[in-house]
């Protein structure tokens, strides 16, 4: 099946700075990957829509200069959140899905930490 | 934009007993609807899927039903064991935004 890979893991940063999250599709190509964000024992917020080769398109309330979002190739969508805060500790998850299906193939996520 | 609610929040049940959880969508475009398990900290798994023009699917011990007119989709595990203890998500795909969105998560006890 499909794998999408997504490193790091996990991260702890200071206060202010900033952290780049990585998502790869390993063995399909995708123009369309999508960020969600999830805090403790909530849901998964749909962050942004990720478009290869094209601007990223966010959600209402999602800041675009703060999530930094770049989709350089096929297989490549990054996030990077800027001047991190205490409150952007979050799991960050990342998805893709091939071209003409639904289903959504999901990164393991980024447990973010800000100190 | 899209919208889903799903109940309840939490479920305990007895193991062996049937749970059953419940969504609803507000796009009457979703043509979608996977059900994902998590476990905590990890990626969701998608458990089982229906699309729109299917009002229901089977895979052993795990069905949903679908009914497109109340807008209205449900999960329902039965001979349930503790290792069905998870949180489940419901959610609904639109084409014509290529959205999947979440319902709000059902934390589910399988008591032994």
């Known amino acids: 099946g499909a794998v999408v890979s997504q490193h790091p893991s996990w991260v702890i940063c200071k206060s202010g700075t900033s952290v780049k999250i990585e998502c790869r599709s390993l063995?399909?190509?995708?123009?369309?990957m999508f960020w969600y964000r999830q805090f403790p024992k909530q849901s998964l917020m749909l962050m942004a829509t990720?478009?290869?080769?094209?601007?990223?398109?966010?959600e209402q309330g999602v800041e675009k200069d703060k999530f930094l979002i770049n989709h350089a190739s096929l297989t490549l969508s990054t996030l990077t959140v800027t001047s991190a805060h205490p409150e952007d500790s979050s799991f960050y998850i990342c998805?893709?899905?091939?071209?003409?299906?639904?289903?959504?193939?999901f990164g393991s996520g980024t447990q973010l930490s800000v100190l | 934009g899209e919208n889903v609610e799903q109940h309840p929040s939490t479920l305990s049940v007895q193991e062996g007993d049937s749970a059953v959880i419940k969504c609803t969508y507000s796009?009457?475009?979703?043509?979608?609807f996977p059900w994902y398990k998590q476990e905590l900290g990890k990626r969701p798994q998608l458990i089982i899927d229906?699309?729109?023009?299917?009002g229901e699917k089977k895979d052993q011990r795990i069905a949903v039903t679908l009914n497109k007119t109340a807008k209205h989709f449900s999960l329902h595990i039965t001979e349930t064991q503790p290792e069905d203890s998870a949180v489940y998500f419901c959610?609904?795909?639109?084409?014509?935004?290529?959205?999947?969105?979440f319902g709000q998560g059902t934390t589910l006890q399988v008591k032994p």
């Open positions: 998805s893709a899905r091939i071209s003409g299906r639904e289903k959504l193939f």
């Open positions: 063995d399909f190509q995708a123009t369309t």
């Open positions: 990720s478009n290869e080769g094209s601007k990223a398109t966010y």
């Open positions: 796009d009457s475009a979703s043509n979608y």
């Open positions: 229906i699309r729109s023009n299917v």
């Open positions: 959610a609904a795909h639109t084409s014509n935004t290529g959205k999947l969105i």
